[in-house]
């Protein structure tokens, strides 16, 4: 199994427990915790260290710094705790990827440009932190419409978002999603009138 594909599963088992809990106040404490650490780096906050590091894959455990696998757990789980927030519909779907989900965003021609030059800012950010505070903002733009996103996928993104030969297919996936789905949403809307 690649590491993606390890960072892909840990995330989802780790969004589907916190869901599993999300009616308890133990899980809304966790979900509380997590959105403390937004903006900050992986291992800085010791009340997250069990809920980031805890059973994970030794492959993808960096040796002094966190590692990229790291990074991107962290980053998609401190992001998912935001969008859960205040929430009754759970918030990760599978195959809403990031492109997807900005599509739905959009309601006018305005809309989906100021959508569009929000996701020039993520694909052209250049530090791991940089990405984090411009998913932020369309993570705060889905929320506030219950759009759903796959934080799994976005988790296996953002670890091979560090590679360069790597982004420049994320960059190009998540710009044909975001228009495969406007797309698919005119086409249907096409066929009801």
Request: glycine share 6%; aromatic share 12%; net charge neutral.
């Amino acid at each position: 199994m690649s590491k993606s594909d390890m960072v892909y599963r840990y995330t989802a088992s780790k969004i589907e427990y916190l869901h599993s809990i999300a009616d308890t106040g133990r899980g809304k404490g966790y979900l509380a915790e997590l959105r403390h650490g937004i903006g900050k780096k992986p291992g800085e906050l010791p009340s997250l260290w069990w809920l980031i590091f805890d059973r994970i894959d030794e492959e993808l455990k960096g040796s002094k710094c966190a590692s990229n696998a790291e990074w991107a757990v962290y980053t998609a789980l401190t992001l998912y705790s935001l969008h859960q927030q205040g929430n009754d519909r759970f918030m990760y779907e599978k195959g809403y990827t990031l492109g997807r989900a900005a599509y739905h965003i959009a309601n006018s021609s305005d809309d989906e440009e100021r959508v569009v030059n929000r996701l020039n800012l993520v694909v052209t950010s250049t530090t791991k932190e940089e990405l984090a505070y411009q998913l932020k903002s369309i993570v705060q733009l889905l929320k506030g419409k219950s759009i759903p996103l796959d934080y799994a996928k976005l988790a296996e993104e953002l670890y091979r978002f560090n590679y360069p030969e790597q982004a420049a297919d994320i960059k190009l996936s998540w710009g044909r999603d975001f228009y495969s789905e406007k797309y698919k949403t005119e086409k249907d809307n096409s066929k009801g009138e």
